[in-house]
């Protein structure tokens, strides 16, 4: 089974400087992964997914980026923080029949 | 577009007791729906899921009822124990590349 890891587990960045948050995947080959976003108290917003290497599809405008330089690993970056990209980041990994999460990035832009 | 989403945002229970949890969607077309539970600070945990040619599917201690007639499906919990205190969401597949579109969620909370 997969297994997903992110880092780091928590993060408190200043409004204006640069993110960069990593997400690798265990246990599969060529995954579908997922960048989504959890506001406190809140569902799931979808960011990006990437059904391959060098893929990013972007689902809402917004401030940050996503890469996927290597088969298992998904990558989110920004620029400038804003203090509204505070949040939990979860990645995702599409297996057999369902996506799996990891264990989240919790972000605080101060 | 269309989505789901959950008629209560919480929700609180005695221990023992069994739980239900509510879910709405709007597309008539949708064929696959998926339960999810999200404990505190932790990556949301795949509980079961439904197809809807079926009514009903169980699992341990869950049970899953769509109603496509409604458009309504339900998380049956039974005999609630105080692990269960989580947020429970339910999602369904949107757009292909196994995108998941989730609603708000439900938190549940275990009275003692």
């Known amino acids: 089974s997969q297994t997903i890891h992110q880092w780091p587990a928590t993060l408190v960045q200043p409004v204006g400087s640069p993110l960069s948050l990593e997400c690798t995947v265990e246990?599969?080959?060529?995954?579908?992964l997922y960048w989504y976003r959890q506001a406190a108290g809140r569902g799931l917003q979808l960011l990006f997914y990437s059904v391959g290497i060098g893929q990013i599809s972007s689902e809402v405008p917004q401030n940050l980026s996503a890469s996927r330089p290597q088969d298992r690993q998904f990558i989110l970056s920004s620029k400038k923080l804003l203090l509204s990209d505070s949040g939990f980041y979860l990645c995702?990994?599409?297996?057999?029949?369902?996506?799996?999460f990891g264990p989240g990035t919790r972000l605080t832009v101060t | 577009g269309e989505s789901v989403g959950l008629h209560l945002p919480t929700l609180s229970v005695q221990e023992g007791d069994n739980s239900i949890i509510n879910c709405a969607y709007s597309?008539?077309?949708?064929?696959?729906f998926i339960w999810y539970k999200q404990e505190s600070g932790k990556g949301p945990q795949f509980i079961i899921d439904i197809r809807s040619n079926m009514d009903k599917r169980q699992g341990q201690r869950v049970t899953v009822l769509l109603n496509k007639t409604v458009k309504h499906l339900s998380l049956q919990i039974a005999a609630t124990q105080p692990g269960d205190s989580a947020v429970y969401f339910c999602a369904e597949p949107q757009g292909g590349a196994q995108k998941l579109v989730f609603g708000q969620g439900t938190r549940l909370t275990i009275n003692p």
């Open positions: 995702a990994c599409y297996g057999s029949y369902e996506q799996y």
């Open positions: 246990g599969t080959s060529n995954p579908n």
């Open positions: 597309n008539s077309a949708s064929d696959y």
